[in-house]
T-cell receptor, first 114, second 113 residues
C-alpha cells in the first residue's frame, strides 16, 4: 500500500546537520501528522496539520519544524540534528469527512544521527 | 506515569492459541479506542476501533473496552504465524474535530508454527 509515501526510508547523518523528511499521499486526505517512535515509548505526535493553512504543535515539537506545501505533501525538518533525535519517524493521514476516520500510516523513515 | 500503559511483552505463543493483549489508561476522558498492528519495517495499520464499553468482534479478533476499570483488551482466536507483529493500543479524546491519538508502547507478539 503506497498511498502514504515517505522519503527517504533510511538516513544516517551527523550531529548539527539539517535534515528534511518528506511525506506525500494519494489518499486525498486533508489531515496529516508526523510521529516519532522510540522503543518503550510508542508513537508520539510531533506536529499535525488539518489543512494547508493549519499547522499545530504536538507533544514533542521542540527541535522540529514542518511545512505543508500542498494538501498532499507534508515535510518534517530537523534544523540542527542531535543524537537523541535518532528514531523511527512516521507520517500519517486522515480524512476529516465522516465519523471516526482512522489514521493511515506510511512505512516510516529510520533516522540515525551520529 | 504514562497516560496509556501497555504490557511490553515480548509474547510468544504456539499456533492456534488464544492471545490476550491489554492496555490500561489513566485519563477517563478518552472516548475512542483503537488497536493497530505493526509488522516489522512497516507502518501501523488500523485493526479495530471501538467507542463504547463492551465487545466488538471482527473475524478472529475481539476488542473489549471496560471504561469503569479504564482497561482495554484485544483477543486473537486461533492465532496464526501471520499474526506475528507488534500490537499498539491507541486512544483519543473527543475534542471538536481533533482526533489526536495517544499510543501505548506496543506488545511484540510471535506466533510459533
Amino acid at each position: 500500500d503506497a498511498d502514504v509515501t515517505q522519503t527517504p526510508r533510511n538516513r544516517i547523518t551527523k550531529t548539527g546537520k539539517r535534515i528534511m523528511l518528506e511525506c506525500s499521499q494519494t489518499k486525498g486526505h486533508d489531515r496529516m501528522y508526523w510521529y516519532r517512535q522510540d522503543p518503550g515509548l510508542g508513537l508520539r505526535l510531533i506536529y499535525y496539520s488539518f489543512d494547508v493553512k493549519d499547522i499545530n504543535k504536538g507533544e514533542i515539537s521542540d527541535g522540529y519544524s514542518v511545512s505543508r506545501q500542498a494538501q498532499a505533501k507534508f515535510s518534517l525538518s530537523l534544523e540542527s540534528a542531535i543524537p537523541n533525535q535518532t528514531a523511527l519517524y512516521f507520517c500519517a493521514t486522515s480524512d476529516s469527512q465522516g465519523v471516526n476516520q482512522p489514521q493511515h500510516f506510511g512505512d516510516g523513515t529510520r533516522l540515525s544521527i551520529l | 506515569q504514562k497516560e496509556v500503559e501497555q504490557d511490553p511483552g515480548p509474547l510468544s505463543v504456539p499456533e492456534g492459541a488464544i492471545v490476550s493483549l491489554n492496555c490500561t489508561y489513566s485519563n477517563s476522558a478518552f472516548q475512542y479506542f483503537m488497536w493497530y498492528r505493526q509488522y516489522s519495517r512497516k507502518g501501523p495499520e488500523l485493526l479495530m476501533y471501538t467507542y463504547s464499553s463492551g465487545n466488538k468482534e471482527d473475524g478472529r479478533f475481539t476488542a473489549q473496552v471496560d471504561k469503569s476499570s479504564k482497561y482495554i483488551s484485544l483477543f486473537i482466536r486461533d492465532s496464526q504465524p501471520s499474526d506475528s507483529a507488534t500490537y499498539l493500543c491507541a486512544m483519543s479524546l473527543f475534542s471538536g474535530s481533533a482526533r489526536q491519538l495517544t499510543f501505548g508502547s506496543g506488545t511484540q507478539l510471535t506466533v510459533l508454527p
